[in-house]
């Protein structure tokens, strides 16, 4: 199956710090979404970006499927974006592969 | 709209028991996947229902089993529970794009 891979797996910002976190796929995908799971286990959804650029506040994402790359931008971070960000990508098949996750740590 | 729902929230069992967890996607959706969550292997997909019929299936083994009933509420069975089964359950409803909505989860413990 396919292949998702994020960086960095840990990050640790001070607040009002800038971030980019990475998600690379292995192979074509139907679409891809962006989650941050808080710490209470509720997942959330940011962005269903299966290709371009999508913004929301202070957050936005970046597709580039023809290279199999997704970015997601988080500005000025705030203690309430801490939690873990995954990435998850439908396969051909249908199938949803979530990434490991990149854990995210805002200090105040 | 509501969200999705699922219950119980917390279970604990023991071993080589049985537990069934429901989920209610939100209305109008007509999938419901569910997903394990563990610290070591992450989130995999277990399967996915839609109008009633198993439509994929990840690489679980067959004491994992599930339904979806004619108004899209769907339960996941687990039977003869083993303790790596400790986890947290994720449920969620597919959009009309197919963008997926979680529920809170049902964090299950065996003893």
């Known amino acids: 199956g396919i292949q998702v891979e994020q960086s960095p797996p840990d990050l640790i910002l001070q607040e009002g710090a800038n971030s980019t976190l990475r998600c690379n796929f292995s192979?074509?995908?139907?679409?891809l979404q962006w989650f941050h799971q808080n710490p209470w286990g509720q997942l959330i959804n940011l962005f269903y970006i299966p290709s371009g650029t999508k913004q929301n506040g202070r957050l936005s994402a970046t597709t580039v499927a023809t290279e199999r790359y997704s970015l997601l931008y988080i500005s000025s971070s705030q203690t309430t974006d801490s939690g873990v960000y995954f990435c998850?990508?439908?396969?051909?098949?249908?199938?949803?592969?979530f990434g490991k996750g990149t854990r995210l740590h805002i200090l105040p | 709209k509501a969200g999705v729902t699922q219950t119980p929230r917390y279970l604990i069992k023991t071993r080589g028991q049985q537990v069934t967890l429901s989920c209610s996607p939100i209305?109008?959706?007509?999938?419901v996947s569910w997903y394990q969550q563990t610290p070591g292997q992450g989130l995999q997909f277990l399967f996915e229902y839609f109008s009633e019929t198993q439509r994929n299936k990840g690489n679980f083994p067959g004491r994992f089993s599930g339904r979806q009933f004619s108004n899209s509420r769907s339960e996941m069975n687990v039977s003869t529970l083993e303790l790596g089964d400790s986890a947290l359950y994720l449920c969620?409803?597919?959009?009309?794009?197919?963008?997926?909505?979680f529920g809170p989860g049902t964090r299950l413990t065996v003893l």
């Open positions: 998850a990508v439908e396969q051909r098949d249908d199938k949803i592969i």
């Open positions: 209305s109008g959706h007509r999938s």
């Open positions: 192979d074509s995908v139907n679409n």
């Open positions: 969620a409803s597919t959009g009309p794009v197919n963008e997926q909505f």
